[in-house]
Nanobody, 115 residues
């Protein structure tokens, strides 16, 4: 089992920034990748960003250079720095961890971009 503590969501104005954090605990040695998905109201879940245990990163098409995913191995924590936020980035952002057997999901943190 893998457990998460997610933080960093909130309300921000268009053009602003937020940093999401996801601290993993439990069977962390089985994790091959971590990252964030999001679900906007009325839309399907989509990948925001992922980072593998080897450090490779991948981003959703909508990111267009605005987000950066990083990790602190000593803290078992993954970060998502989100800049130039737009109203359409409003969504619940879910941290996840992928192992060889299954994928674990966090409870999600709300990000609202509005003036």
């Amino acid at each position: 089992q893998v457990q998460f503590v997610e933080s960093g969501g909130g309300l921000v104005q268009p053009g602003g920034s937020l940093r999401l954090s996801c601290a993993a605990s439990g069977n962390i040695f089985s994790i091959s990748a971590m990252g964030w998905y999001r679900r906007a109201p009325g839309k399907e879940r989509e990948l925001a960003a992922t980072i593998t245990s080897g450090g490779s990163t991948n981003y959703g098409d909508f990111v267009k250079g605005r987000f950066t995913i990083s990790r602190d191995n000593a803290k078992n924590t993954v970060y998502l720095q989100m800049n130039s936020l737009k109203p359409e980035d409003t969504a619940v952002y879910f941290c996840y961890a992928r192992t060889r057997i299954t994928t674990y999901w966090g409870q999600g943190t709300q990000v609202t971009v509005s003036s």
